[in-house]
């Protein structure tokens, strides 16, 4: 039955491809190809597009593989010559998915929080009878993105008190 809806969804893409910009299309194109194919690794996908209205983040895709949530960014490029679609997952935009998981942690009911991964799906569609290129990268990156640790009290601390021992003789 998934190969179906996978049909109509094909079909209707086609139909709607001249209303829209050709780099959106593509865009679009990706997560729903994306979308099936990890329907077909079984995941079982909660949601799409989802935001949050004070980031200018967005998540493509969150589905649970297993027991672990996973927040799953799309890229889709027309080929990939020049560097993978993954490329483009730069720090920056980790630090936007990682405060869109977290606003969306925030809203699920419960104390704890699941178990948690962020995904990366590379798409480079079909072209002249060759099959679409879909790869994904399981915790493509962390919680802790490119962050520098702001020091704490006890590293200034240390920092300034610690002794310098290099001048000192040493017993043994």
Known sequence: MLWFTETI?????????????????????GESEAYFYLRRL??????????VPRDRGEIDLI???NDVLCFVEVKTRTD???APPSAAVTPEKQKHIVAVAKAYLRR???ESRPPCRFDVVSVV?????QASQI????GAFSWSTGRRREPGFGDVF?????????HLPRFR
Do not use: C, E, M
């Open 80 to 82: 990939d010559s020049f």
């Open 63 to 65: 589905a649970w593989d």
């Open 158 to 166: 240390t920092r300034r008190f610690r002794r310098d021992t290099r």
């Open 125 to 129: 569609p079909a072209t002249k009878g």
């Open 108 to 110: 699920l009911p419960g």
């Open 135 to 138: 790869t994904l990268r399981k």
């Open 42 to 51: 079984g995941y079982r996908i909660v949601a799409t597009n989802f935001r």
């Open 9 to 29: 969804v094909r079909a209707l893409r086609k139909l709607a491809a001249g209303k829209r910009k050709a780099h959106l299309a593509l865009g679009r194109q």
